[in-house]
């Protein structure tokens, strides 16, 4: 193999080349620059459902287009579940179960999940995000989650339940949520991340998300 910072002929079938090669018939490519290439279509073949309660943000179409430019950006297909793609029912009851069911075709056209696990509307993570993650376990399909809190679980459960609520257990393992979220996002090899400054974010945040798109990047790349 070529070393790092070496040229080698521009013609097909060399090592390290691609397709790409055609274009230079009588120059000389950069082994790093074919190889950043080889990396890119590699792991563009995978296609990430962007779980979480983000759908019901206000701006919730343009913060979308704004995770799929990420996930784009490394190499991923970043499949957001928009509620305004759900077609035109007539009814409340024919709009949920048109929801429901495009939600249930995107998740089986993608490759992983990546879950926003921020807690919404409670101690723990949207109860519909956690569905969809149940759903990708049971599929045997990578789970990617993150949290814009660094708070524990343990925490956020003391604080909702109250003084009045002594007598219940609650899980005292300090994880970022349940411990079957947690479980369930592990089973891949990677944790929930977290802002690593220990500072809490809204649930629009997206700088961990872009750290936990680069993980599940790194991890398609490992599997090509």
Sequence with gaps: MEPL??????????????QHDACYPN????LMFVRSIHLVRLVMTATAYLAGPDVFLPNAVAHAATKVEICRRAGLRGLPPLND??????TELELWRAIYEKDIAMM????????NLTPFGGASADSGTLIEVGWFLGRGKPIFGYSNT????????RRQL???????DIEGFHLPDNLMIVG?????????????DGKARGLDALDVFETCVEAAARYFAGQA
């Design 108 to 115: 089986e056209k993608s490759d992983l999940i990546i879950a």
């Design 27 to 30: 120059r000389l490519v950069p």
């Design 85 to 90: 793609e759900a077609g035109t029912a007539v």
């Design 162 to 168: 109250g003084a009045t609520q002594t007598d219940f």
């Design 150 to 157: 660094p708070e524990n679980f343990e925490s956020r459960m």
């Design 5 to 18: 910072g070496r040229t080698v002929p521009g013609r097909r079938g060399s090592v390290g080349l691609c």
């Design 184 to 196: 369930a996002v592990a089973s891949g090899g990677y944790p929930i991340f977290l802002p690593t």
